[in-house]
């Protein structure tokens, strides 16, 4: 610290005070007892200089309780908290109160005795051991010290010795092991500090009802100011995972001379066996099955390539854990199994490889995960055995908090480690074969983030990168047939494209044939069918080579059997139809010159000269209207749904007849009395020209 060095104040002459305060004392209160202590060791503070630096170091605590509230007791962003910081400076009032507060109710500990001859070891201590700290707090106190233990241990039972060498403080203990394992704690002695916070709190109070200390006076016995508040909090809950001698109830946490079930839980996780963890993990995985997002099917932990059907579907391949994936690892274990289940199913090849993606754990954290379900499976096992270990009404309570929280761990681990989405894909083959060589295999490795289920997750991210289609459009679908080419001659069998779609990997991966069906069908009922889709046909007539059932610019169905036909073919033979069909009606009124039958039923001369009254002609039927116009307004606020209508009551009816031409015309109308703004009338005149409107233009009054 730079602030200032309490210890310029500490009196060189120990001995001239230990020697006084052998002599009996009054009682004092515990504001008394500040000042006492204050001034039996250390100097006054008479320069001017050092006052200030008081008042920063004091106002520098102050700002951290006010700037972190939530972090700290409420008591402590107070104006007279401040006040006492100065008063007992350069103690902190934190250390005071639980001397004044705890050890004060132990038998033959007095308030002010006690209290000084216990001070005056520690800061003896860290006066020698050149302790900068800004203040003394009860992380201050160096527990390990033998002078400081004699005073605390002297109040105490012979059975705290072993729980302070174990897991408090001195050179073989476990807080200082997490400190050096975990730099980040070890630059500020974290866990060493939260255990002494902890066993100054809570020695004294250990058989009375309300035992022990909350996490926020905790913290507010370790933290100064420039530290990160949540660097004691990670410390706090490792000592609560490892402790053998730390309990936890709630929020409250303290040391006991009876050894905690959290050491048998960790002898418990110690003694896991791999295969058991593993079969956990992948109980958990087949859990995810329910929820399958986009996929038609999600396969779990599959053991070999046979595990996994053959079939036209989407379907996410979760492997198990063990198969792994490293970043940019192309011979990961995940990466060779995939490639497995990929080219071969039972005997044979995969017919349908490109109906799969694969899930694969981050090696890193499948560490973690690992651990993390040891954790629950130890606790889970001494909450079910409780009876049979003979546990108290608080550790059984405690073993069903731990066995909930690892629960919950394990519940947050298996989507932060089986985040590696596996995308197989293959190169455009015309490039390849242009090159002369096979179009190879890519794989295509896509982290995922989030809490939501695994499939969840990974139909999202397929689908935001049209990596997994749902919905198809008829002209992408053109371009699909035109692009490969796809075709086969004028057409091709619905059923065949399922089967390319499916099978080959430069094309795109379809969620199932139902995405096929509706491109088909919305692509037939467009009216530009001719430029930009297709054609659809029920089959293909033998005898004649034409289409059976052809249909074009209409809403149909159409089915697996079907077939999707080039539009050139197509209009070839809708107007040879539409001719035929002229024809035949123009000459239907003819009548044979050789007696034959004619349209009135009237019949020619008869052998032997003999006649029979012709009957007089009927009367012609109805002229049949041959052109249709209307026009109606659309709401402004919903053209696409008035549009939509239109298309599908009036215009389908008129398309579907033989040889129709159909025109349709947008008239739009806009008055604006407050007039157009300049760059709106740019705009729209600019998007006209683009949609290439016959006439537009802007009027004055």
């Known amino acids: 610290s730079t602030l200032f060095p309490y210890t310029t104040l500490f009196r060189s002459a120990l001995k001239d005070t230990i020697g006084r305060i052998q002599s009996p004392w009054r009682p004092a209160s515990a504001e008394e007892s500040f000042e006492i202590v204050r001034r039996r060791l250390f100097h006054p503070i008479t320069d001017a200089k050092l006052f200030t630096a008081r008042d920063g170091v004091v106002r520098a605590f102050a700002d951290l309780y006010q700037d972190q509230q939530q972090e700290f007791p409420a008591g402590c962003r107070e104006a007279e908290y401040e006040r006492r910081m100065k008063a007992a400076y350069p103690i902190h009032p934190e250390l005071f109160d639980r001397l004044y507060n705890d050890w004060f109710t132990l038998d033959n500990f007095q308030r002010t005795r006690g209290v000084l001859r216990l001070m005056a070891a520690v800061i003896h201590s860290l006066w020698e051991r050149h ?161 399958r997002g986009d996929f038609l099917r999600v396969h779990t932990s599959p053991e070999t390539a046979a595990d996994i059907p053959d079939e036209r579907e989407a379907r996410l391949v979760i492997l198990g854990p063990e198969w792994p994936h490293t970043r940019s690892d192309q011979s990961s274990p995940a990466m060779k199994q995939s490639g497995v289940i990929l080219g071969q199913r039972d005997a044979g090849p995969r017919r349908y490889p490109n109906t799969l993606v694969f899930l694969a754990a981050d090696r890193t954290r499948l560490t973690e995960l690992e651990n993390a379900i040891r954790q629950y499976r130890a606790w889970k096992s001494i909450e079910d055995e409780h009876e049979t270990l003979n546990l108290d009404a608080f550790q059984k309570k405690q073993s069903h908090t731990k066995r909930e929280q690892a629960e919950e761990t394990v519940r947050q681990r298996i989507p932060e480690t089986f985040q590696w989405l596996l995308v197989p894909g293959q190169e455009d083959p015309k490039k390849a074969s242009d090159e002369g060589r096979t179009p190879k295999l890519e794989w295509q ?257």
């Open 445 to 701: 490795e896509i982290r995922l983030q989030g809490q939501d289920p695994l499939a969840v997750r990974a139909s999202k991210k397929l689908h935001n990168d049209e990596l997994l289609i749902t919905a198809f459009a008829p002209t992408r679908l053109r371009l699909e047939l035109d692009r490969i080419p796809l075709w086969r001659g004028e057409h091709v069998d619905i059923k065949q494209l399922a089967e390319d779609f499916a099978q080959y990997l430069y094309l795109p991966r379809l969620r199932d044939t139902e995405v096929l069906l509706s491109a088909v069908r919305e692509g037939v009922g467009l009216l530009n069918w001719t430029t930009e889709t297709f054609a659809y046909a029920d089959s293909v007539d033998s005898s004649t080579g034409g289409y059976r059932g052809l249909q074009a610019s209409q809403i149909t169905s159409v089915h697996l059997s079907g077939l999707v036909v080039k539009p050139v073919k197509a209009m070839e033979q809708l107007e040879a139809e539409a001719a035929a069909g002229a024809a035949a009606t123009g000459s239907a009124g003819a009548v044979t010159p050789s007696g034959g039958t004619s349209s009135t039923g009237a019949t020619g001369p008869r052998p032997g000269g003999a006649t029979k009254p012709v009957p007089p002609p009927s009367a012609e039927p109805p002229k049949k209207p041959t052109r249709f116009h209307g026009s109606v307004e659309l709401d402004s606020g919903r053209i696409g749904r008035d549009a939509g209508k239109i298309a599908e009551e009036v215009l389908q009816h008129l398309t579907s007849l033989p040889a129709a031409n159909v025109r349709v015309t947008l008239e739009i109308q806009a008055e604006v009395p407050s007039g157009i703004p300049e760059n709106v009338a740019r705009t729209v005149n600019e998007n006209c020209r683009t949609l290439r409107f016959t006439s537009q233009g802007f009027e004055e009054e």
């Open 131 to 291: 302790d900068s700290s800004l203040m003394i707090l009860p992380a201050s106190i160096p527990i390990d010290e033998p002078s400081v233990q004699f005073e605390l241990k002297q109040y105490l039972e012979d059975s705290w010795v072993p729980v302070i060498e174990k897991d408090i403080d001195g050179p073989h203990s476990l807080p200082l092991e997490l400190d050096q394992e975990n730099p980040n704690l070890g630059r500020y002695s974290a866990c060493r500090r939260v255990a002494r916070t902890i066993y100054v709190g809570s020695a004294p109070t250990l058989h009375t009802a309300n035992k022990g200390l909350e996490d926020r006076q905790i913290k507010l016995g370790c933290c100064q100011p420039g530290e990160s508040v949540a660097t004691f909090g990670d410390a706090l809950r490792r000592l609560t995972d490892n402790a053998t001698h730390l309990y936890v109830d709630g929020r409250r946490y303290w040391y006991s001379t009876q050894p905690s079930v959290a050491r048998l839980a960790q002898d418990r996780a110690a003694q896991q066996d791999p295969d058991a963890v593993a079969e956990e993990i992948k109980s958990r995985l087949r859990d995810e099955q329910r929820n």
